[in-house]
Nanobody, 124 residues
């Protein structure tokens, strides 16, 4: 089992930055960590993923160049640095972990552990 706890969300203005954190605990080996977001009445949307094996990252086009996913292995924590935030980034952000080696991790179904979510609101 893996437990994920997100933090760092908040209310900011357009152009501001936020850093989300996801603290992981548990003994299951994790193949990839990801961030997703879901707005009211919308489907859960892929944001970024980081592979445990080689540290490779992959981003949604909508956040590429603005968001950065990273990890601190000593703290078992994954981060999402969000710069140049836009009102359309407003959403509930979820951290996720995949314990199965799928090779790609851009869909929610590839992840079997989820955090409770942290709200990010960007005002114009």
């Amino acid at each position: 089992q893996v437990q994920l706890v997100e933090s760092g969300g908040g209310l900011v203005q357009a152009g501001d930055s936020l850093r989300l954190s996801c603290a992981a605990s548990g003994r299951t080996f994790i193949h990839a960590m990801g961030w997703f977001r879901q707005g009211p009445g919308k489907e859960r949307e892929f944001v970024a993923t980081l592979a445990s094996s080689d540290g490779n990252t992959y981003y949604a086009e909508s956040v590429k160049g603005r968001f950065t996913i990273s990890r601190d292995n000593a703290k078992n924590t994954v981060y999402l640095q969000m710069n140049s935030l836009k009102p359309e980034d407003t959403s509930l952000y979820y951290c996720a972990a995949a314990s199965v080696d799928y090779g790609d991790y851009v869909t929610p179904m590839k992840y079997n552990y989820w955090g409770q979510g942290t709200q990010v609101t960007v005002s114009s």
